[in-house]
């Protein structure tokens, strides 16, 4: 036979046989808590563990590195051994709702910062609006890594 003929036919055998090596996807182990997570709470190395889920091939809307979890805070409480759901860890925000935050706009090196109170809480990237504190203007601006709301272009 030629062999574009027998690559057809061991294309056809593969696609009839099924997952090649489910056993593979099996063995991969996922984050879970060692303790009870609480709302609000920041997820720590210390108390995730690696285990294992024979017969769970593919986990899509679980977590699957214990590198993402570190640091992230739980939205909703997390059971000791359990997966943990994508949607249910968020960064933590550096913004929050009421508390007053640093406003800065530099441009073309003019630098003016103000005093604001957040109307909505933020985390790193995310655009929050708030009002400034001396003229009541409400501004929008995106957090920044060190806590600041920067505005204006960059």
Request: glycine residues 10%; charged residues 20%; hydrophobic residues 45%.
């Amino acid at each position: 036979m030629p062999a574009r003929v027998l690559r057809s036919l061991a294309t056809l055998a593969a696609l009839l046989a099924g997952p090649a090596l489910p056993a593979l996807a099996d063995g991969r182990p996922w984050p879970v808590p060692t303790v009870t997570i609480y709302p609000g709470e920041t997820i720590r190395d210390s108390i995730i563990e690696d285990r294992e889920f024979p017969g769970m091939a593919d986990r899509p809307q679980a977590v699957d590195s214990r590198r993402v979890l570190v640091g992230k805070v739980a939205r909703r409480t997390l059971a000791p051994g359990q997966l943990i759901p994508i949607n249910a860890v968020e960064d933590p925000k550096l913004v929050v709702r009421g508390t007053p935050v640093q406003v800065v706009f530099a441009q073309d090196g003019l630098v003016i910062s103000a005093l604001a109170s957040p109307l909505q809480s933020g985390s790193v990237g995310e655009m929050v609006r708030a009002r400034n504190i001396d003229s009541g203007l409400v501004v929008v601006g995106t957090v920044q890594a060190d806590g600041t709301l920067r505005v204006g272009s960059r």
